[in-house]
């Protein structure tokens, strides 16, 4: 018997809304996508987008910009941040993170992350006092929340600055609460492979009016940043608006007729996703060889993607397993690879950000294994990606590793 092999597309997304297109058709019958063109009396998709946005995470201000990665850039430059001064943040995220920071003019310090992939609070303080660094870019990477009460008390404690990247959180909650709503600011990303699609764009939320007032008049405001409606009163820009430098990263009023209708079907896309994890976790329970990341009951998560270790194994049994599975239509990433390749890179990749090793991250990245679960994706699919992971784990698992050897000189890794 042949093997089964799955055929569906790991980077195929749904379509945009209907109510989505028809908005976004409007907006270029008229003409008018820059978000300061409007007519008389009229509001801007992009005003109103940022009012829903903010609404939707009970935030009191929210900006909406032109990516993630401009997101972070901005909030960093919002809450002050001085050439040269160092900024904590996770070891294991993606590369717009520390390039944000380098970019903004910071220097990456970068903290451990533990087994279920958050951040390590033990060594976070330490690096905190070693670095003397009062700002924390926080990844919650690939969806995995921290005990963020713990985090917040801990980083008052230490007189630490939380700006939380949200790109792989947005719908999700710690006890209840929004993630982005633990710190003093929030980015999220609407690039196409995140919870919202406008192709590239992102958020920046929050309920200080300083901050706001100063990511506004970066994002491009000019002086018409009272036509923002989740924005703080004009009377708050008066003391930064001539001192505010003008970094243009503008979301455009296409993109946010596209993403309106997107924030009102969160939650259903939300259920979706979770739909597919648990399948997945359901399916890979109990496989020897293979751990599970452990989600906290605290945790709502959004799982646009799956993580699992494969704790002890040697490159050479991950790569025959990456093999095995591409080929049995299963496309899966490694953190682990010497080199970066397409979205996946490490922190010791990242040259321009120098690091010192981080054992405990380097050891979890050796062993990690992430995959996306897109929302074109059944239940049924997701019952069979577990059962083709499943097979490989355990026979991949048992084989060896001369055998594997063997195997490598004779089939190419997917990329
Ligand atoms: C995608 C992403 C970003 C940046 O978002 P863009 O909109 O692509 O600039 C930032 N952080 C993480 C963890 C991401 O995955």
Known sequence: MTPERFTGS??????????????????????????????????????????????????????????????????????????????????????????AIAAAGGRPVFVEVTDNLVLDFVHLEQQAKASGARILMLSHMRGHLCDMEALVALCDRLGVTIIEDCAHTMGAAWKGVPSGRHGLVACYSTQTYKHANSGEGGFLISDDAQVMARAIVLSGSYMLYSRHRAAPGPEVFESIRLETPNVSGRMDNLRAAILRPQ?????????????????????????????????????????????????????????????????????????????????????????????????????????????????????????????????????????????LQAEALNVKLPD
């Open 263 to 403: 924030l009102r079907t969160l939650p259903d896309r939300v259920a979706r996703w979770n739909a597919l994890y648990r399948e997945m976790e359901a399916g890979l329970a109990n496989t020897h060889g293979l751990r599970l990341t452990h989600r906290p009951e605290e945790e709502t998560y959004v799982a646009s993607s799956f993580q699992f270790l494969l704790p002890g194994w040697s490159p050479t049994r991950i790569g025959a397993f990456l093999a095995r599975t591409g080929a049995r239509g299963v496309e899966l990433k490694w953190f682990g690879a010497p080199d970066p390749v397409a979205f996946t890179s490490r922190y010791d990749h990242w040259a321009y950000a120098p690091s010192t090793p981080l054992p405990q991250t380097d050891r979890i990245l050796a062993e990690l294994i992430d995959m996306r679960l897109p929302l074109t994706f059944s239940v049924e699919d997701a019952a069979q990606i577990a059962r083709i992971i499943r097979a490989e784990v355990l026979a991949v698992g048992q084989a060896d590793e001369a055998d």
């Open 10 to 99: 790991f980077t195929q997304q749904e379509p945009i809304p209907e109510e989505g297109i028809e908005a976004a058709v409007a907006v270029l019958r008229h003409g008018r996508l820059h978000r300061y063109n409007t007519a008389p009396g009229e509001v801007a998709e992009a005003a109103l987008l940022e009012e829903e946005f903010a609404e939707l995470t009970g935030a009191k201000y929210a900006l909406a910009v032109a990516s993630g990665g401009y997101a972070l850039g901005c909030a960093l430059r919002a809450v002050g941040l001085k050439p040269g001064e160092p900024v904590l943040t996770n070891a294991f995220t993606l590369a717009p993170v520390p390039g």
